[in-house]
């Protein structure tokens, strides 16, 4: 039985989806939005795109500002965390020698970007290792300022990491790093809507994040926001008009994110009905929203703790936001089943285990990702999400699941 909030989205009530976190999922009313949109667009495309477009982006930066805590004229809109972090990136010129410091548990696609570039330069891309499950916040700051060096320029840090579903203290790295003369480009791929953010505050240079996750906006809706003073240097995935076009009423900056050719811009349109509509959902709006989530994962991770074995509870509660992701044991019923390929996109056999024979979506994946050249070999670790089309029966269902493999009531 779905959870009470589940009818508002289009999920196959069929499936127990504890996997948010890798596509999100998008209400229907959101969906209708959007939808909503695309007729009006396609009702006068010229209109639309021609003359009225630029005015409805400033009113969804508006909102989103709000919402994250930034100047609307400091955010970008772009289709995912994963293009915000390439335009960056690739923007940046680096010096042979030069340094860009990162993450064992760093997304795999931002990963392979950094490399690309540091080949590109001669620079090169220092992996900071950190413990997995059993780290603390003071261990991460302590780990990624030692990695610092005179030749450090850059540090590409995840507010919450995608491998392994850990909330990083990215308020202190990004301070003791300024102190310092480097600039952070923060991968906030899923921390909008699942922590509160103040992006001003922050102050880093970059900071990229999705709004299809846990905002649940339609897909191809994502953010980025450059300070003020780095603005200059960053030039979006596609060059077009806004590089000659007069800057009378609009910086460099926006005139160039906000039109990369034609494109459907109704996802990001419809972000602000995405930020009204789960903010609407609960009692208390998008605090309790996040409250819920937060008490979900926990139950999730320590109802997995006892059927994978005490020893795997790991991270500290403080470390956990609407995802919660453990090691699988590298022995018995539940690590017998051989992983597969090399891709983060590739389907571990024994998701499909999961899935096939208990109808569970939820991710089996490997840590650290292809990207890091680890001398052991990786963990292969299940990570849940909670969302609000989420119950405690969901994980109980996986529980249930697990206990039937350990037990070796099922095989493949």
């Given at each position: 039985m779905p959870s009470e909030l589940a009818r508002h989205w289009g999920l196959d009530p069929a499936i127990t989806f504890l996997n948010h976190g890798s596509f999100g999922a998008c209400p229907r009313a959101v969906l209708d939005v959007q939808q909503a949109l695309r007729d009006e667009l396609e009702a006068e495309p010229v209109r639309f795109l021609?003359?009225?477009?630029?005015?409805?982006?400033?009113?969804?930066?508006?909102?989103?500002?709000?919402?994250?805590?930034?100047?609307?004229?400091?955010?970008?809109?772009v289709a995912n965390a994963t293009g915000g972090a390439n335009a960056v990136i690739r923007s940046l010129r680096f010096e042979i020698g030069d340094e860009i410091v990162t993450t064992d548990h760093e997304y795999n696609a931002i990963l392979n970007v950094l490399r690309y570039v540091a080949e590109r330069d001669g620079a090169r891309v220092v992996i900071v290792e950190l413990p997995f499950p059993a780290v603390s916040p003071d261990d991460v700051v302590e780990r990624v300022m030692a990695a610092v060096t005179q030749r450090t320029r850059l540090a590409v840090i995840s507010h919450v990491t995608s491998p392994t579903a850990l909330i990083l203290p990215v308020e202190r790295i990004v301070a003791e790093l300024a102190e310092q003369g480097i600039d952070t480009?923060?991968?906030?791929?899923?921390?909008?809507?699942?922590?509160?953010?103040?992006?001003?505050?922050?102050?880093?240079?970059?900071?990229?994040?999705?709004?299809?996750?846990?905002?649940?906006?339609?897909?191809?809706?994502?953010?980025?926001?450059?300070?003020?003073d780095r603005q200059a240097g960053v030039r979006p995935g596609t060059i077009s008009h806004g590089l000659n076009a007069p800057t009378a009423e609009r910086s460099r900056f926006r005139l160039e994110f906000d039109w990369q050719g034609t494109l459907d811009p109704t996802p990001w349109l419809a972000v602000p009905a995405a930020i009204d509509f789960i903010g609407g959902l609960v009692n208390g709006g998008w605090p309790a929203v996040m409250a819920r989530n937060h008490e979900l994962a926990v139950y999730g991770r320590d109802r997995l703790a006892g059927v994978l074995g005490g020893e795997h509870l790991g991270s500290p509660t403080t470390m956990i936001g609407a995802m919660a992701a453990l090691p699988l044991p590298p022995d018995g019923p539940l690590g017998g089943i051989e992983a597969s390929g090399s891709s983060p996109l590739d389907t571990d056999p024994f998701q499909l285990v999961l899935y096939e024979r208990f109808g569970i979506e939820v991710p089996i994946g490997a840590w650290p990702v292809p990207a890091v050249l680890a001398s052991e070999p990786p963990i292969r670790s299940i990570r849940i999400s909670a969302a609000l089309h989420n119950d405690a029966a969901d994980i109980d269902r996986l529980v249930t699941a697990l206990g039937e493999l350990k037990a070796g009531a099922v095989s493949r």
């Amino acid at each position: 039985m779905p959870s009470e909030l589940a009818r508002h989205w289009g999920l196959d009530p069929a499936i127990t989806f504890l996997n948010h976190g890798s596509f999100g999922a998008c209400p229907r009313a959101v969906l209708d939005v959007q939808q909503a949109l695309r007729d009006e667009l396609e009702a006068e495309p010229v209109r639309f795109l021609g003359r009225e477009l630029n005015g409805r982006l400033a009113n969804v930066r508006e909102a989103l500002g709000d919402f994250v805590g930034a100047d609307p004229d400091d955010l970008a809109l772009v289709a995912n965390a994963t293009g915000g972090a390439n335009a960056v990136i690739r923007s940046l010129r680096f010096e042979i020698g030069d340094e860009i410091v990162t993450t064992d548990h760093e997304y795999n696609a931002i990963l392979n970007v950094l490399r690309y570039v540091a080949e590109r330069d001669g620079a090169r891309v220092v992996i900071v290792e950190l413990p997995f499950p059993a780290v603390s916040p003071d261990d991460v700051v302590e780990r990624v300022m030692a990695a610092v060096t005179q030749r450090t320029r850059l540090a590409v840090i995840s507010h919450v990491t995608s491998p392994t579903a850990l909330i990083l203290p990215v308020e202190r790295i990004v301070a003791e790093l300024a102190e310092q003369g480097i600039d952070t480009l923060v991968d906030g791929a899923h921390a909008p809507g699942m922590v509160p953010l103040d992006l001003d505050a922050l102050g880093a240079a970059y900071y990229t994040a999705n709004l299809h996750k846990w905002v649940c906006a339609p897909k191809g809706s994502a953010f980025l926001h450059v300070r003020r003073d780095r603005q200059a240097g960053v030039r979006p995935g596609t060059i077009s008009h806004g590089l000659n076009a007069p800057t009378a009423e609009r910086s460099r900056f926006r005139l160039e994110f906000d039109w990369q050719g034609t494109l459907d811009p109704t996802p990001w349109l419809a972000v602000p009905a995405a930020i009204d509509f789960i903010g609407g959902l609960v009692n208390g709006g998008w605090p309790a929203v996040m409250a819920r989530n937060h008490e979900l994962a926990v139950y999730g991770r320590d109802r997995l703790a006892g059927v994978l074995g005490g020893e795997h509870l790991g991270s500290p509660t403080t470390m956990i936001g609407a995802m919660a992701a453990l090691p699988l044991p590298p022995d018995g019923p539940l690590g017998g089943i051989e992983a597969s390929g090399s891709s983060p996109l590739d389907t571990d056999p024994f998701q499909l285990v999961l899935y096939e024979r208990f109808g569970i979506e939820v991710p089996i994946g490997a840590w650290p990702v292809p990207a890091v050249l680890a001398s052991e070999p990786p963990i292969r670790s299940i990570r849940i999400s909670a969302a609000l089309h989420n119950d405690a029966a969901d994980i109980d269902r996986l529980v249930t699941a697990l206990g039937e493999l350990k037990a070796g009531a099922v095989s493949r």
